[in-house]
C-alpha cells in the first residue's frame, strides 16, 4: 500500500489595484478557477478575507509521490507569480 503525500503551498499577495472587497473578490475567484483547470489543485482564501488589496492562497495536491505533489504545487505557485494582478510578498512551502 503507498502512502498518500500532501503538499500545500501558502501565497501572500498584495493587490493594489483592487478597490474593493468586490473586487478582490473577482481577481480572485478568476485566478483560483484557472488554478483548479490547469494544476488540478485544491485552493482556497484562508487569511486576509476583510483586507481589500492583500489575500492569502492556499493551494493544496495529493499525490503518491512527495515529488510529484512537490512539483504540481512548486508549479502552480510559480503559475500565481506570473499571472496575479499584484505581487507576491511571500511563498510557504508544506509536505507531509
Known amino acids: 500500500m503507498s ?3 500532501v503538499a500545500v503551498g501558502t501565497v501572500e499577495l498584495h493587490l493594489p ?3 474593493s472587497l468586490k473586487g478582490k473578490r473577482h481577481v480572485l ?5 484557472k488554478l483548479r ?8 482564501e484562508v487569511d486576509d478575507q476583510d ?3 492583500r489575500a492569502t492562497l492556499a493551494v493544496a495536491y495529493v499525490s503518491g509521490s512527495s515529488r510529484h505533489a ?3 504545487i512548486s508549479k ?3 503559475f500565481i507569480e506570473d499571472n496575479v494582478d499584484g505581487y507576491v510578498t511571500n511563498i510557504e512551502t508544506e509536505i507531509w
Open 3 to 5: 502512502v498518500a503525500r
Open 29 to 33: 475567484k478568476g485566478l483560483k478557477d
Open 70 to 72: 512537490n512539483e504540481v
Open 76 to 78: 502552480a505557485l510559480d
Open 51 to 53: 483586507m481589500w488589496q
Open 17 to 19: 489595484d483592487v478597490g
Open 37 to 44: 483547470r490547469r494544476f488540478e489543485v485544491s485552493v482556497a
